[in-house]
């Protein structure tokens, strides 16, 4: 009797046809520790973004001409990016601390702190005025925003490396896109909220707001949990050697993340200064007496860009390589600032935030995405203050431009460093070979 021949199995209905992408853009927040902390960057990037709007109107309206009208765009611009500079100071050593101690009670005592100096501010605004004798005087805001600055210099390393510490390896890509969320509708109600309180209420109760906001942050992080990090080495060295082991891994054992982080220049030159130097392209390009509120618009502009492109990162991850996404996003948003600058209409003008603000978006979360794939958590909050020294410059490219807008203007001001961030853009496209092939 003949064996009966055995069956060849069938085809699983739709073989050959590639999975479908499962749509999945909350999944960090069913992480319970990584939900808390996403709520409180909410709160803290909002209170950021508002703080950057209203220190750099409040200095505008110091800083009037009676005559023209018009304020400093150099002293406005650079007030916000002062924010930045201290990152040059502490960054490195910021990314020690970050390796050394307590990340999650590092970030709290500091915002703690941050929360304090808002409130302050706010009261001796309340009690000087802006306007008449013996008024508020732009050091006293210079003097605010340097302490904050300092504040937050200390704990960025420390709070990135959170982003890891609280969600799988395999999960990180979204908690980034995530972040990137909270940063981008933060710029959004920021700027909103921020533009809106000056028109109807004044300069004051933006920092009782923000302060408000820090200690909700603070408050969020007291029963939160960090299961994903791994015990500290860093201790078992000096911190000198610590930091010494964290320039060594950047420069000679890990080349791509130095690529990585030389992209970010465009960012300092193209983007960023933009957000600060709203005031002179509202009074200069746009032709706006009184522009707090379409500054306002304009930055929640940007942060819609951005919300689509973070929400698009989150929901189906990437359809190119991740090197691939931050190239582009360079080149495209820098094109887009080009257009900005020679706007003298609202409605393209917040075309051309949105999407600067989109590519800003894509570009920090797969960029930062790479490099916190790549770096051992041994050394993490180290290679963070590295990959953000970039900001340090901050203030430094905005007296540039702002210095240049005094000159020409600020809308061909805007349009040539543009320019030569697209051209800087186009040369990392067609030379990190190894940045395109990241997945």
Known sequence: MKKEQEKEPEAPSGAGVPPRRRIQTFKSLGNPDYLLFWVGNICNNIGMWLQMVTLGFLVWELTKD??????????????????????????????????????????????TFMAACAGSFALLILWLGVEGPGRLEVWHAYVYASIMALAHGLLQPARQALIANTVPPED?????????????????????????????????????????????MVALMVPMKVRYKEASTARSNSPLRNLRDGMSYVWNEN????????????????FRPVQTLLPAYTGGVLGLEDGAREGGFLLAAQGVGGMIGAFMIASVGYSLKKGQVSLIALIVGSAAMVVFGQSHWLLLSLGMMAAMGMCQTSFITSNLTLVQTMAPDRLRGRVTSIYMLENGFGPLAILLIGAFIEVVGAGLAFSTVAAGCLAMAIYFQVFFSQVRSLK
């Open 66 to 111: 009676p005559v023209t009208g018009q304020g400093s765009a150099i002293l406005s611009g650079t007030i916000g990016g002062l924010r930045f500079l201290p990152t040059l100071l502490v960054g490195p050593w910021a990314g020690v601390l970050a390796d050394r101690m307590d990340r999650r009670k590092l970030v709290m005592v500091t915002q």
């Open 255 to 270: 080349r791509v993340i130095l690529h990585l982080i030389l992209m970010n220049f465009v960012l300092v030159f193209a």
């Open 172 to 216: 990180l890509g979204n908690a980034f896109a995530l972040n990137s969320m909270t940063v981008t509708s933060a710029r959004l109600m920021g700027g909103v909220l921020g533009g809106s309180l000056i028109g109807a209420l004044g300069f004051k109760y933006n920092f009782f707001v923000e302060a408000g906001l820090l200690v909700i």
